[in-house]
């Protein structure tokens, strides 16, 4: 066991082997050493703007159909639901949910369709955050 590791090579010599002359030319090209400064350039990603998907209170959808509506499209748990509703209720307009451009114009669109597709005129918008 002792004479295997006798055979290994040690650190230092990798050390002395790894240095290299200035005059020996290990990339390649006949001896030019040209100089120049190494960059790293970092991309910067901005977050995406948010909007708020909001809804409109009408006298005319029921109460039922909005709760089972943010249940549905926006993942609401059923009495957060009926908060929201209620607010909606009250106050003429609530906030459902924030989201990127392209995830809340979808909402939008589908919560307007499923709305026309029962014969309620519920009524969505997305206004940015």
Do not use: W
């Not at 290994?8 to 001896?31: H, K, W, Y």
Request: net charge negative; hydrophobic share 35%.
């Amino acid at each position: 066991m002792l004479s295997s590791l006798n055979t290994l090579p040690l650190i230092s010599d990798f050390a002395s082997r790894a240095s290299v002359d200035d005059s020996d030319d290990a990339i390649g090209g006949g001896g030019d050493h040209s100089t120049g400064i190494a960059t790293r350039t970092r991309v910067k990603t901005k977050k995406p703007s948010m909007y708020k998907v909001l809804m409109l209170n009408d006298d005319y959808t029921p109460m039922e159909f909005v709760v089972m509506t943010l249940e549905r499209f926006f993942e609401k748990q059923h009495e957060e639901a009926i908060k929201i509703m209620l607010h909606v209720h009250q106050k003429g307009v609530g906030v459902c949910g924030v989201f990127t451009y392209e995830v809340a114009e979808t909402k939008v669109t589908q919560v307007m369709d499923f709305a026309r597709k029962h014969e309620h005129p519920l009524q969505c918008t997305l206004e940015k955050d």
